[in-house]
Nanobody, 127 residues
Framework: QVTLVESGGGLVQAGGSLRLSCAAS????????MAWFRQAPGKERDIVAA????????YYADAVKGRFTISRDITKNTVYLQMNSLKPEDTAVYYC????????????????????WGQGTQVTVSE
């Protein structure tokens, strides 16, 4: 079992930055693929970024590529999402997700692949 707790959301003006954190507890953190998803009002939950178990491979949705960075600190059992050059269309509830794995270089795009979810943190970007 893995428990995920997100933090760092808030209100920011367009062009600003936020860093989301996701603290994990329970099953060995280093044994999980970690990802960030987001869900805007009236829309489906979509992947934003994912990190392989070791952090050696990452994935970014086209909409955030070059602006967002996913990283993980194994010693702190925490995964981060650094969000720069934020746009109003980035407004959403952001969720951290985890999927146990034994492979080093795998990540997953589909939310159905993830076993554990955080409660979500709201990010609002104003004009």
């Amino acid at each position: 079992q893995v428990t995920l707790v997100e933090s760092g959301g808030g209100l920011v003006q367009a062009g600003g930055s936020l860093r989301l954190s996701c603290a994990a507890s329970g099953r060995t953190f280093g044994g999980n693929v970690m990802a960030w998803f987001r869900q805007a009002p009236g829309k489906e939950r979509d992947i934003v970024a994912a990190s392989s178990r070791t952090g050696g491979k990452t994935y970014y949705a086209d909409a955030v590529k070059g602006r967002f960075t996913i990283s993980r600190d194994i010693t702190k059992n925490t995964v981060y999402l650094q969000m720069n050059s934020l746009k109003p269309e980035d407004t959403a509830v952001y969720y951290c997700a985890a999927r146990p794995t034994f492979t080093s270089d795998t990540y997953y795009f589909d939310q159905s692949e993830y076993h554990y979810w955080g409660q979500g943190t709201q990010v609002t970007v104003s004009e």
